[in-house]
């Protein structure tokens, strides 16, 4: 099984609809969450961190749940600049410890 | 700030050749940074972790002779791809991860594509 696991996508939806991301973790000791958004040919960029209260960003809401270890990105009326690669991140609690990505979901929103 | 530079940005070399690869944090203190592998279409996989003024960690399956690590400053990490090869091509990244304690998240640089012919 997978450190981390995503919707493998693609996801294709129009423009203004919702749509929502599922990540899964293996580790229970998995302290810290990410999500970040990968544009073709580019770096890795923090889209926002994942608390355990959830958290908003404007369209972007993110939760955790640990009971069943599973975080979600939802993102409300997409646009096309949302097209994008989002990559779930887990790391453990130690600053110096790595982190783990998933294996992204692909999301192209169309006109 | 927290931006962190790649160089080059891209490289073409021979097959049996040499390629070194920079990655600079320019507004901060790194003692960690990771170096990734990103093929295409695929996510970024964790190489190594390298710690400044100690020997870097490697993945299972990353050959440590093969791609050589240097961590000599807190502001500069290398990756030396030895004796390249076609199936080496790929896009390398390079992250930071801050000193400072309050931050536990890793600023990446944009990246490094390699081309072997």
């Known amino acids: 099984r997978k450190e981390v696991e995503q919707d493998p996508g693609p996801f294709n939806v129009p423009e203004g609809a919702t749509v929502a991301f599922n990540c899964t973790y293996s580790?229970?000791?998995?302290?810290?969450f990410f999500w970040y958004r990968q544009d073709c040919r580019k770096e890795p960029k923090l889209l926002m961190s994942v608390y355990s209260s959830g958290n908003e960003d404007g369209r972007f809401t993110a939760q955790l749940n640990r009971a069943s270890q599973y975080i979600s990105l939802l993102i409300r009326d997409s646009k096309l600049s949302d097209s994008a690669t989002y990559l779930c991140?887990?790391?453990?609690?130690?600053?110096?410890?790595?982190?783990?990505f998933g294996s992204g979901t692909r999301l192209s929103i169309r006109p | 700030g927290a931006v962190v530079s790649q160089h080059p940005s891209w490289v073409i070399c021979k097959s049996g050749t040499s390629v070194k690869i920079e990655c600079r944090s320019l507004?901060?203190?790194?003692?960690?940074m990771f170096w990734y592998r990103q093929f295409p279409k695929q996510s970024l996989m964790l190489m190594a972790t390298s710690n400044e003024g100690s020997k870097a960690t490697y993945e299972q399956g990353v050959e440590k002779d093969k791609f050589l690590i240097n961590h000599a400053s807190l502001t500069l990490s290398t990756l030396t791809v030895t004796s390249a090869h076609p199936e080496d091509s790929s896009f390398y990244i390079c992250?930071?991860?801050?000193?400072?304690?309050?931050?536990?998240?890793?600023?990446f640089g944009p990246g490094t594509r390699l081309t072997v012919t």
């Open positions: 991140v887990v790391k453990e609690y130690s600053s110096a410890s790595k982190i783990i």
């Open positions: 507004d901060f203190q790194a003692t960690t």
């Open positions: 580790n229970s000791a998995s302290q810290s």
């Open positions: 992250s930071a991860l801050p000193d400072r304690l309050i931050s536990y998240e890793q600023y």
